[in-house]
């Protein structure tokens, strides 16, 4: 661990090559058999900001075969049954249609003094359960692994919610920008 990461191990997670596993739960690079899959949950997940925005989120229309080749891109997957043992509503039915499900996924790129997050996403049907903390704490993680000491990452101001999770996590907002036609609140953390 770099000397500037205070970031305590966890001793239920273990490191096995490149995966992490969480309990039930795993994160792994993306590989391309995974692009469809994340770019549905990005289409799901983001696609209730449609009404906010007067265009798509930038997640909804990103390159994730180019990013998974890159080796951007890790994902969350869970054990591929409905929490509770049944199958809810079409959300679940989707996301658990496969074994194991992708729950989630984070895109990391490493800047020039920090580490970049460029995207979090997590299914609708198990968003609330921790596994975006989860995936942040596997981002801080790589960071540090990296040899960075802070995180950055940026959001959409309209998306009022990842304003809230990311100051709970710790993260102070550090500006505001126009980048794209999306306006931008950034955040960085010191780890």
């Known amino acids: ?73 890790f994902v969350l997957e869970i054990q591929s049954s409905c929490p509770d043992g049944e ?30 997050l460029n995207n979090l996403a997590v299914h609708p049907a198990v968003q609330g359960q921790g596994y975006g903390k989860k995936l942040m704490a596997f981002a801080e993680g790589m960071a540090c692994k990296a040899g960075f000491c802070r995180i950055s990452l940026y959001t959409n101001e309209v998306m009022t919610e990842n304003l809230r999770f990311y100051h709970r996590l710790g993260y102070t907002e550090t500006h505001r920008a126009t980048e794209e036609g999306f306006n931008r609140v950034f955040f960085s953390k010191n780890l």
Not at 41 to 51: D, H, I, M
Not at 87 to 97: C, M, P, T
Not at 103 to 110: D, T, V
């Open 87 to 116: 199958k809810r509503d079409l959300e679940s039915q989707a996301l658990f249609s496969t074994s194991p499900a992708i729950a989630g996924f984070i895109m990391l790129s490493p800047g020039k003094d920090a580490m970049l």
């Open 1 to 73: 661990m770099t000397a500037c990461c205070s970031i305590p191990e966890t001793p239920s997670e273990s490191l096995t090559g490149n995966a992490r596993f969480f309990g039930e739960t795993i994160i792994r690079p993306a590989v391309s058999a995974d692009c469809h899959r994340i770019t549905n949950l990005a289409t799901v997940a983001y696609g209730r900001y449609l009404e906010r925005m007067d265009k798509k989120p930038a997640p909804m229309i990103e390159d994730y075969a180019g990013r998974i080749a890159e080796g951007l891109i």
